[in-house]
Antibody, heavy 117, light 110 residues
Framework: EVQLVESGGGLVQPGRSLRLSCEAS????????FNWVRQAPGKGLEWISY???????TYADSVKGRFTISRDNVKNSLHLQMNSLRVEDTAVYYC???????????WGQGTLVSVSS | QSALTQPASVSGSPGQSITISCTGT?????????VSWYQQYPGKAPKLMIF???NRPSGVSDRFSGSKSGNTASLTMSGLQAEDEADYYC??????????FGGGTKLTVV
């Protein structure tokens, strides 16, 4: 079964850091590109970062310079290092696989990040 | 990068057809056929319903279809069913090698 499982969320104070992980199983991880998408409480989806199978990386302006995406093709895992967290970063964070054809065809269950003092 | 524009809500009766629009710019929807649509139930992860404007993944009902004209993409649902009641989001690749989502549309089946 194709599966993505996020972990690492939690409650953190503004200005602190958090590292999210996404463990993949059921498919050949290194052949796919991945994304992080977040959803603030009661709000819509917001794309925040992409890492290609060949390594190209892009970020949304809202997180550029603060968040770092990475992947470990040996451990079949995706990561998001989040620094200088702000209250407005509070959201459920999803990892999502980009299928061979454009479209995010597999999503994790999400992990909640709450930034509050 | 501004979000794509979707109506906040649409409604329809069982058996009817509805269309949700998604308006972007020449830097995203208008320049790429990499437009996708997602269905999301409350508290659940999104599900891919349409990719590359008008293609359905395996297992998605043929009641769902997509199209695009200029800077506007559309999702049409025919034969509306109660289980279609959910939030729907469009997404497009952009010329900055990023993706952008629409604000989401809440579909109510009355």
């Amino acid at each position: 079964e194709v599966q993505l499982v996020e972990s690492g969320g939690g409650l953190v104070q503004p200005g602190r850091s958090l590292r999210l992980s996404c463990e993949a199983s059921g498919f050949t991880f290194n052949k796919y590109s991945f994304n992080w998408v977040r959803q603030a409480p009661g709000k819509g989806l917001e794309w925040i970062s992409y890492i290609a199978d060949m390594g190209m990386i892009t970020y949304a302006d809202s997180v550029k310079g603060r968040f770092t995406i990475s992947r470990d093709n040996v451990k079949n895992s995706l990561h998001l290092q989040m620094n200088s967290l702000r209250v407005e970063d509070t959201a459920v964070y999803y990892c999502a696989r980009e299928g061979y054809y454009s479209g995010f065809d597999c999503w994790g269950q999400g992990t909640l990040v709450s930034v509050s003092s | 990068q501004s979000a794509l524009t979707q109506p906040a809500s649409v409604s329809g009766s069982p058996g009817q057809s509805i269309t949700i629009s998604c308006t972007g710019t020449s830097s995203d929807v208008g320049d790429y056929n990499r437009v996708s649509w997602y269905q999301q139930y409350p508290g659940k992860a999104p599900k891919l319903m349409i990719f590359e404007v008008n293609n359905r993944p395996s297992g998605v009902s043929d009641r769902f279809s997509g199209s695009k004209s200029g800077n506007t993409a559309s999702l049409t649902m025919s034969g509306l069913q109660a289980e279609d009641e959910a939030d729907y989001y469009c997404s497009s690749y952009t010329n900055r090698h990023t993706w952008v989502f629409g604000g989401g549309t809440k579909l109510t089946v009355v």
